[in-house]
């Protein structure tokens, strides 16, 4: 190998460490924005979230099925 080869080969390690320097950065900062967002959004799910019992109670009307039908002229 020739010097210059040596010198191609040596600027091709650096623009790839450097390459993998900065994906790392953007990685870390990825990383930090999604545990920001999980953050947020368990405080949201915490503020937005029904007491238990209405909760319990939405599910519980959830799985009723509807098989009746309202009539004219029922009972008053």
């Known amino acids: ?5 040596l010198d191609a080969l040596d600027r091709g390690v650096i623009e790839a460490g450097q390459l ?7 990685i870390a900062a990825l990383e930090a924005t999604v ?3 999980y953050e947020v959004d368990s405080i949201m ?5 029904p007491p238990p019992v209405l ?5 519980k009307a959830a799985r009723r099925t509807r098989h009746l039908k309202a009539i004219e002229g029922g009972q008053p």
Do not use: H, I, P, T
Request: hydrophobic share 55%.
């Open 20 to 26: 993998a320097a900065e994906a790392l950065s953007r």
């Open 55 to 59: 909760a319990a109670a939405e599910r």
């Open 1 to 5: 190998m020739s010097a210059a080869d």
């Open 35 to 37: 545990a920001k967002l």
């Open 45 to 49: 799910r915490r503020v937005d979230a």
